[in-house]
Nanobody
Framework: VQLQASGGGLVQAGGSLRLSCVGS????????MGWFRQVPGKEREFVAG????????YYGYFVKDRFTISIDNAKNTVYLQMNSLEPDDTAVYYC??????????????????WGKGTLVTVSS
């Protein structure tokens, strides 16, 4: 089972990036999927999550309508569109999949599956 994240890179403040996470090795139809981020020396924090159906989405408090999470079931892929990026968004972004209810993703990090992470750097 693998989650492969991509799409990170260097962008100027105010710019946009779209992250992708492709799941393989099993079906994720019973899982929620989403994104966390981590800065060295700090705890991993919840960014966004989505149910497999796409009907429900949750966002970290800092997102403030700048990010949009979406899912393509046919491709086993979850996306994170990030707009109006700020230097404080600089971090390694990890995708995750879990049967854990999305409401717990704010406080729990015991996801069933993790991707390896993709680095997002926002310059000022």
């Amino acid at each position: 089972v693998q989650l492969q994240a991509s799409g990170g890179g260097l962008v100027q403040a105010g710019g946009s990036l779209r992250l992708s996470c492709v799941g393989s090795g099993r079906t994720f139809s019973s899982d929620n999927m989403g994104w966390f981020r981590q800065v060295p020396g700090k705890e991993r924090e919840f960014v966004a999550g989505i149910t497999w159906s796409g009907a429900s989405t949750y966002y970290g408090y800092f997102v403030k309508d700048r990010f949009t999470i979406s899912i393509d079931n046919a491709k086993n892929t979850v996306y994170l569109q990030m707009n109006s990026l700020e230097p404080d968004d600089t971090a390694v972004y990890y995708c995750a999949a879990s049967s854990l209810d999305l409401g717990y993703w704010y406080i729990r990090h015991d996801m069933d599956y993790w991707g390896k992470g993709t680095l997002v750097t926002v310059s000022s």
